[in-house]
């Protein structure tokens, strides 16, 4: 999988495409052969908890959600590896619980150190203050363990996610032609990988066709990148010479999913928030071109969120919602982050339904969020 660097190409040139494709998935890793059709990577595409979500986004049938597998084996799996990753950000957590826990009763004292411990894991203050707020009303001068406070802290953070746990559904409204899907963020959040991964799972484990924009125009490594993900999930890639229109793009890929009858197109799209102005424009044209189509296009804005980033991530959803219909959020590198509290903050002053977590760099660690499963692996709480 190194084809790309066999190619004679000027230095600067060479440089910008070695530092995409440190962005490349590792190609020793598991996830990074063909396709292997005796073992569909999404079949591992699963939840942990198949209740169904609190908010759904249409009454669609089942087959055209997230793939999922609820067979035991896989949703432990599926558990251990959300807990895993989340184990820097609930490690920090619990610790802090562990170091406040210094009295038996539970006193303001005790209440405003788990504040500031909420805080500084990034929940964000007015998200810290309502949990503790809630924790503090029937539990002040009473005893307090440690484990009473992880549990009390995930049922807390339970009720602020359930509203936004949300099915990514990929059924077309009218089935006159592909769901399309217009992927935005900052450079390096996980935007092609998650399009990879999304894409492969509704290959293998549906069977859906899928077709995939190369809206990242900037650099002839990102178009390779996402050639690789295309060709791992049997997808088909329209693409244009660097520098082309990313709208452009974006019009003849829904042209030609409506006329070979893909179910899903992905639109890939740059990310370079230093220039929001030339961000914005090519956003907007992405849109204004697609509606020209049908208005009712895109079906849904995914922004996607780098969970290292941070306080960072409120800023980004501010900006992207300022300059794109944002309908939902996928959540990446949980597990690379001690900051998953961000998802919590992120629930609580935006309301955006958040469609999938992504916990590792494989295709099988792209997972639909769990309200319940986050908040008890975020609190450190043996399921
Ligand atoms: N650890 C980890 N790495 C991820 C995850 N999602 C994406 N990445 C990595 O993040 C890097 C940037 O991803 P990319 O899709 O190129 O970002 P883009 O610039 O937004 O398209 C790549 O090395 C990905 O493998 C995740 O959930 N966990
Ligand atoms: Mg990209």
């Not at 002839?220 to 295309?230: C, F, P, R, T």
């Not at 229109?245 to 042209?255: I, M, P, T």
């Amino acid at each position: 999988m190194i084809f790309w660097r066999k190619k004679t190409k000027d230095p600067a040139q060479e440089k910008q495409e070695k530092d995409e494709t440190k962005a490349l998935p590792d190609s020793s890793a598991p996830d990074s052969s063909a396709p292997d059709s005796s073992a569909p990577v999404a079949e591992r595409l699963v939840s942990e908890d198949p209740a169904p979500p609190a908010v759904s986004q249409d009454d669609a049938p089942q087959d055209d959600n997230m793939p999922q597998d609820d067979t035991p084996d896989v949703q432990e799996s599926w558990l251990s590896r959300l807990t895993g990753g989340l184990s820097k950000s609930s490690t920090k957590l619990t610790q802090g619980i562990a170091d406040l826990v210094t009295k038996k009763k539970l006193d303001q004292a005790m209440l405003d150190d788990l504040e500031e411990l909420l805080i500084m894991a990034d929940l964000g203050p007015r998200t810290a203050a309502k949990i503790v707020a809630d924790f503090g009303k029937d539990r002040f001068g009473k005893d307090i363990s440690e484990e009473e406070i992880r549990q009390a802290l995930a049922a807390g953070i339970t009720s602020l996610l359930a509203p936004v746990q949300s099915e990514m559904s990929f059924a077309s409204p009218d089935h006159a032609g592909p769901f399309t899907v217009l992927v935005c963020g900052v450079n390096g959040v996980g935007k092609t990988t998650t399009i990879g991964k999304m894409a492969a799972a509704l290959q293998s484990r549906q069977g859906k066709k899928i077709m995939i924009a190369a809206g990242d125009t900037f650099r002839a490594a990102a178009i390779e990148q996402l050639e690789i993900w295309a060709e791992r999930a049997r997808a088909t890639l329209v693409k244009k010479e660097i520098g082309a229109d990313a709208a452009a793009v974006a019009y003849e890929a829904y042209e030609r999913a409506k006329a070979e009858g893909a179910d899903v197109l992905f639109i890939d799209t740059a990310g370079r928030l230093h220039n929001k102005a030339n961000l914005m424009a090519e956003l907007e044209k992405i849109v204004r071109v697609l509606k020209k189509q049908d208005e009712s296009l895109p079906h849904a804005v995914l922004l996607i969120l780098d969970a290292t980033t941070g306080q960072n991530a409120y800023e980004q959803v501010r900006i992207f919602k300022d300059i794109v219909n944002v309908t939902g959020l996928v959540v990446t590198k949980l597990d690379g982050s001690a900051k998953g509290g961000v998802v919590v903050g992120l629930a609580d002053q935006f309301g955006l339904p958040i469609h999938l977590v992504g916990v590792g760099e494989g295709t099988e660690d792209l997972q639909p969020f769990r309200a319940d499963a986050f908040a008890r692996s975020l609190a450190g709480v043996e399921s």
